[in-house]
Protein backbone atom coordinates (compact mmCIF):
# COMPACT_ATOMS: atom_id res chain seq x y z
CA UNK A 1 0.00 0.00 0.00
CA UNK A 2 1.00 3.70 -0.39
CA UNK A 3 3.05 4.76 2.28
CA UNK A 4 4.50 8.07 3.61
CA UNK A 5 7.43 7.08 6.80
CA UNK A 6 9.15 10.05 8.04
CA UNK A 7 11.71 10.45 10.57
CA UNK A 8 11.89 10.70 14.14
CA UNK A 9 11.35 13.68 16.09
CA UNK A 10 13.79 16.51 16.59
CA UNK A 11 15.07 18.68 19.07
CA UNK A 12 17.01 21.76 18.07
CA UNK A 13 18.51 24.85 19.68
CA UNK A 14 17.38 27.91 18.57
CA UNK A 15 19.45 29.55 15.21
CA UNK A 16 19.96 26.23 14.35
CA UNK A 17 18.31 23.75 11.02
CA UNK A 18 16.93 20.93 11.09
CA UNK A 19 16.51 18.02 7.89
CA UNK A 20 13.55 15.97 8.02
CA UNK A 21 13.23 12.78 5.97
CA UNK A 22 9.94 11.25 4.56
CA UNK A 23 10.44 7.62 2.77
CA UNK A 24 7.84 7.01 -0.06
CA UNK A 25 6.63 3.37 -0.63
CA UNK A 26 4.06 1.60 -2.68
CA UNK A 27 3.74 4.04 -5.64
CA UNK A 28 6.16 5.41 -8.65
CA UNK A 29 7.84 7.75 -6.26
CA UNK A 30 8.68 10.41 -9.62
CA UNK A 31 5.24 10.38 -10.68
CA UNK A 32 3.55 12.37 -7.71
CA UNK A 33 4.49 15.35 -6.80
CA UNK A 34 4.70 16.08 -2.67
CA UNK A 35 4.41 18.56 -0.07
CA UNK A 36 5.00 19.87 3.40
CA UNK A 37 2.89 21.34 5.65
CA UNK A 38 3.21 21.69 9.31
CA UNK A 39 1.43 22.43 12.56
CA UNK A 40 1.85 24.11 15.71
CA UNK A 41 1.12 23.07 19.16
CA UNK A 42 -2.61 23.32 19.35
CA UNK A 43 -2.61 25.21 15.65
CA UNK A 44 -4.05 24.64 12.08
CA UNK A 45 -2.08 23.68 9.16
CA UNK A 46 0.17 25.36 7.42
CA UNK A 47 1.66 24.64 3.95
CA UNK A 48 5.32 25.26 3.60
CA UNK A 49 6.29 24.05 -0.23
CA UNK A 50 6.10 21.53 -2.72
CA UNK A 51 8.73 19.55 -5.21
CA UNK A 52 8.08 17.92 -8.47
CA UNK A 53 10.00 14.52 -7.09
CA UNK A 54 10.64 13.95 -11.44
CA UNK A 55 12.35 17.51 -12.15
CA UNK A 56 13.15 18.74 -8.61
CA UNK A 57 11.33 21.88 -9.06
CA UNK A 58 9.68 23.34 -5.97
CA UNK A 59 7.66 25.99 -4.95
CA UNK A 60 7.93 27.41 -0.96
CA UNK A 61 4.80 29.47 0.48
CA UNK A 62 6.92 33.21 0.60
CA UNK A 63 6.85 32.75 4.32
CA UNK A 64 9.56 30.20 4.02
CA UNK A 65 11.83 31.74 1.82
CA UNK A 66 15.39 31.89 2.04
CA UNK A 67 15.47 29.17 4.99
CA UNK A 68 13.57 26.26 3.86
CA UNK A 69 14.79 23.64 1.04
CA UNK A 70 12.88 20.63 -0.30
CA UNK A 71 15.28 18.16 -1.72
CA UNK A 72 14.87 14.47 -2.86
CA UNK A 73 16.53 11.51 -3.71
CA UNK A 74 15.36 9.53 -5.75
CA UNK A 75 17.32 6.40 -6.07
CA UNK A 76 16.33 5.54 -2.50
CA UNK A 77 12.82 7.40 -2.79
CA UNK A 78 12.93 9.76 -0.34
CA UNK A 79 12.03 13.74 0.00
CA UNK A 80 13.79 15.81 2.50
CA UNK A 81 12.71 19.24 4.32
CA UNK A 82 15.85 21.42 5.33
CA UNK A 83 14.59 24.56 7.77
CA UNK A 84 17.09 26.31 8.88
CA UNK A 85 17.46 29.68 11.53
CA UNK A 86 15.32 27.78 13.75
CA UNK A 87 13.15 29.47 16.08
CA UNK A 88 10.87 28.66 18.79
CA UNK A 89 7.63 29.59 16.55
CA UNK A 90 9.10 26.30 14.40
CA UNK A 91 7.98 24.43 17.26
CA UNK A 92 5.46 22.20 14.84
CA UNK A 93 4.78 18.78 13.86
CA UNK A 94 5.69 18.36 10.35
CA UNK A 95 4.08 16.43 7.90
CA UNK A 96 4.54 14.93 4.25
CA UNK A 97 2.16 14.67 2.04
CA UNK A 98 1.16 13.27 -1.56
CA UNK A 99 -0.82 14.71 -4.01
CA UNK A 100 -3.65 12.35 -4.66
CA UNK A 101 -3.76 12.13 -8.83
CA UNK A 102 -0.49 11.96 -10.98
CA UNK A 103 -1.56 14.57 -12.42
CA UNK A 104 -0.69 17.78 -9.84
CA UNK A 105 -3.57 18.12 -7.79
CA UNK A 106 -2.36 19.71 -4.66
CA UNK A 107 -4.97 18.30 -2.38
CA UNK A 108 -3.35 15.90 -0.27
CA UNK A 109 -3.73 12.10 0.27
CA UNK A 110 -2.06 9.90 1.98
CA UNK A 111 -0.05 12.25 4.63
CA UNK A 112 3.44 11.28 6.23
CA UNK A 113 3.47 10.17 10.63
CA UNK A 114 4.49 13.43 11.19
CA UNK A 115 7.87 14.24 12.72
CA UNK A 116 7.47 16.62 16.04
CA UNK A 117 10.31 19.47 15.82
CA UNK A 118 11.14 21.21 18.84
CA UNK A 119 13.09 24.31 19.01
CA UNK A 120 14.19 24.91 22.49
CA UNK A 121 17.36 26.39 24.32
CA UNK B 1 -2.25 35.14 -0.40
CA UNK B 2 -5.61 33.72 0.10
CA UNK B 3 -7.39 33.66 3.34
CA UNK B 4 -9.64 30.95 4.20
CA UNK B 5 -12.28 31.51 6.77
CA UNK B 6 -14.14 29.02 8.35
CA UNK B 7 -17.12 29.33 10.74
CA UNK B 8 -18.05 28.90 13.69
CA UNK B 9 -14.63 28.05 15.45
CA UNK B 10 -16.63 25.54 17.70
CA UNK B 11 -20.01 23.67 16.85
CA UNK B 12 -21.59 21.84 19.66
CA UNK B 13 -24.09 19.50 17.68
CA UNK B 14 -25.82 16.15 19.41
CA UNK B 15 -24.99 12.40 17.68
CA UNK B 16 -27.63 11.58 15.23
CA UNK B 17 -28.15 15.31 14.31
CA UNK B 18 -26.69 17.64 11.64
CA UNK B 19 -23.76 19.69 11.59
CA UNK B 20 -22.66 22.73 8.66
CA UNK B 21 -19.64 24.10 8.73
CA UNK B 22 -19.08 26.99 6.60
CA UNK B 23 -15.44 28.08 4.90
CA UNK B 24 -15.06 31.30 2.88
CA UNK B 25 -12.37 32.10 0.67
CA UNK B 26 -11.12 35.95 0.25
CA UNK B 27 -11.08 35.42 -3.34
CA UNK B 28 -12.51 32.80 -5.59
CA UNK B 29 -10.95 29.78 -5.48
CA UNK B 30 -13.77 28.21 -8.12
CA UNK B 31 -13.90 24.88 -7.08
CA UNK B 32 -10.59 24.03 -6.20
CA UNK B 33 -11.73 23.57 -2.06
CA UNK B 34 -10.80 20.16 -0.06
CA UNK B 35 -12.13 19.21 3.25
CA UNK B 36 -9.93 17.35 5.89
CA UNK B 37 -10.73 15.75 9.08
CA UNK B 38 -8.22 15.58 12.27
CA UNK B 39 -8.64 13.77 15.46
CA UNK B 40 -6.56 14.35 18.35
CA UNK B 41 -3.10 13.00 17.78
CA UNK B 42 -3.81 11.59 14.30
CA UNK B 43 -2.93 12.66 10.45
CA UNK B 44 -5.35 14.94 8.73
CA UNK B 45 -8.06 13.10 6.56
CA UNK B 46 -9.05 13.79 3.38
CA UNK B 47 -12.60 14.11 3.34
CA UNK B 48 -13.80 16.03 0.17
CA UNK B 49 -12.19 17.68 -3.22
CA UNK B 50 -13.26 19.26 -5.69
CA UNK B 51 -15.48 21.22 -3.49
CA UNK B 52 -17.61 18.12 -3.61
CA UNK B 53 -16.12 15.02 -4.72
CA UNK B 54 -15.78 12.48 -1.99
CA UNK B 55 -12.25 10.77 -1.10
CA UNK B 56 -12.11 6.92 -1.46
CA UNK B 57 -14.05 5.39 1.83
CA UNK B 58 -15.72 8.58 2.96
CA UNK B 59 -19.12 7.65 4.03
CA UNK B 60 -22.23 9.62 1.83
CA UNK B 61 -23.13 11.24 5.33
CA UNK B 62 -20.39 13.55 4.43
CA UNK B 63 -21.37 16.20 1.58
CA UNK B 64 -19.24 19.51 0.29
CA UNK B 65 -21.09 22.22 -1.43
CA UNK B 66 -20.39 25.39 -2.51
CA UNK B 67 -18.05 27.18 -5.45
CA UNK B 68 -16.67 30.44 -5.78
CA UNK B 69 -16.45 31.90 -2.20
CA UNK B 70 -18.32 30.66 -0.14
CA UNK B 71 -18.65 26.26 0.68
CA UNK B 72 -20.33 24.42 3.35
CA UNK B 73 -19.37 20.62 4.67
CA UNK B 74 -22.53 19.17 5.86
CA UNK B 75 -22.28 15.84 7.78
CA UNK B 76 -26.28 14.46 8.38
CA UNK B 77 -26.82 12.24 11.16
CA UNK B 78 -23.68 12.51 12.95
CA UNK B 79 -21.78 9.12 14.47
CA UNK B 80 -19.71 9.37 17.52
CA UNK B 81 -16.53 9.01 15.42
CA UNK B 82 -17.00 12.41 13.31
CA UNK B 83 -16.23 14.72 16.39
CA UNK B 84 -13.30 16.04 15.11
CA UNK B 85 -11.45 19.23 14.16
CA UNK B 86 -12.23 20.27 10.59
CA UNK B 87 -9.97 22.05 7.47
CA UNK B 88 -10.52 23.51 4.60
CA UNK B 89 -7.69 24.11 2.00
CA UNK B 90 -7.84 25.83 -1.36
CA UNK B 91 -5.40 24.95 -4.22
CA UNK B 92 -6.51 27.54 -6.87
CA UNK B 93 -3.59 29.44 -6.29
CA UNK B 94 -0.16 29.68 -4.43
CA UNK B 95 0.57 29.40 -1.59
CA UNK B 96 -1.76 26.73 -0.67
CA UNK B 97 -3.76 28.13 2.12
CA UNK B 98 -5.92 26.34 5.02
CA UNK B 99 -8.68 27.66 7.31
CA UNK B 100 -7.96 27.85 10.77
CA UNK B 101 -10.55 24.91 11.60
CA UNK B 102 -13.61 24.25 12.84
CA UNK B 103 -13.80 22.32 16.15
CA UNK B 104 -16.99 19.55 16.25
CA UNK B 105 -17.77 18.74 19.45
CA UNK B 106 -20.43 16.66 21.16
CA UNK B 107 -23.15 18.50 22.71
Known amino acids: QVQLVQSGAEVKKPGASVKVSCKAS????????LHWVRQAPGQGLEWMGR????????NYAQKFQGRVALTRDTSINTLYLELSRLTSDDTAIYYCARDQNPRPSNWFDPWGQGTLVTVSS | EILMTQSPATLSVSPGERATLSCRASQSVGSNLAWYQQKPGQVPRLLIYGASTRATGIPARFTGSGSGTEFTLTISSLQSEDFAVYYCQQYNDWPITFGQGTRLEIK
Open chain 1, 51 to 58: INPKSGDT
Open chain 1, 26 to 33: GYPFTAYH
